[in-house]
């Protein structure tokens, strides 16, 4: 079956303006994480939805950075008045019910600001 | 404060030899630790994973040893070759709440032929 997916696999931007990456996870799971990878490093815990609300959003490093699943499927990452600090691989994964633990990532959004 | 401390930051093996990664937690909460692969331009993706229940887990070459008074976790990569050359992750997490999880910061492995 399909894995992870993610949209775009590259977006660059340029300083103060506004991105949206797009997060399909597998079919049926229904948690869903965001985490952030600087180069060099480890990812990094943003966000995890359980269904359609945000369980733990502790990870988001201010309110220029924000989350969404409406349906309890897709999620939208959008990150406001970007900053070249926020230039980063951007992962989503997903979990199923009953094995939250097991989370499967996708292949990431390079996020660059100019 | 990094909450999980990972060593070493990069290692070369020869093809058919050991690669061996430590880790060590803080927080006696985790109770979950998954070893990740990641390939460049790729995501992580899961190895192999074990509690703290037991003390060792095997999957084909790769090996899991945990000790729980030590606080520490290692990865154990048998007969290594050039295919195994990527950059691995541990990770921490905790069942209930949000099992978040908690990663070091990598070990780049080269296998050499």
């Known amino acids: 079956g399909a894995g992870v997916s993610q949209t775009p696999s590259n977006k660059v931007t340029e300083k103060g303006k506004y991105v949206e990456l797009r997060c399909d996870p597998i079919?049926?799971?229904?948690?869903l994480y965001w985490y952030r990878q600087s180069l060099g490093q480890g990812p990094e815990f943003l966000i995890y939805f359980q269904g359609t609300g945000a369980a733990d959003d502790s990870g988001l490093p201010n309110d220029r950075f924000f989350a969404v699943r409406p349906e309890g499927s897709v999620s939208t990452l959008k990150i406001q008045r970007t900053e070249r600090g926020d230039s980063a691989v951007y992962l989503c994964a997903s979990s199923a019910s009953g094995r939250r633990d097991e989370q499967f990532f996708g292949p990431g959004t390079r996020l660059t600001v100019l | 404060q990094q909450q999980v401390k990972q060593s070493p930051q990069s290692l070369i093996v020869q093809k058919g030899g050991i690669s061996i990664i430590n880790c060590a937690y803080e927080?006696?909460?985790?109770?979950?630790f998954p070893w990740y692969q990641q390939f460049p331009g790729k995501g992580p993706a899961l190895l192999i994973a074990?509690?703290?229940?037991?003390s060792e887990k095997k999957e084909g070459r790769f090996t899991i040893s945990f000790n729980k008074s030590a606080k520490q976790f290692s990865l154990h990569i048998m007969d290594s070759q050039p295919g195994d050359s990527a950059t691995y992750f541990c990770a921490a997490g905790t069942q209930g709440g949000s099992e978040k999880l908690v990663f070091g910061k990598g070990t780049k492995l080269t296998v050499n032929p």
């Open positions: 927080n006696t909460a985790f109770d979950y």
């Open positions: 074990i509690r703290p229940d037991v």
């Open positions: 079919s049926g799971h229904t948690a």
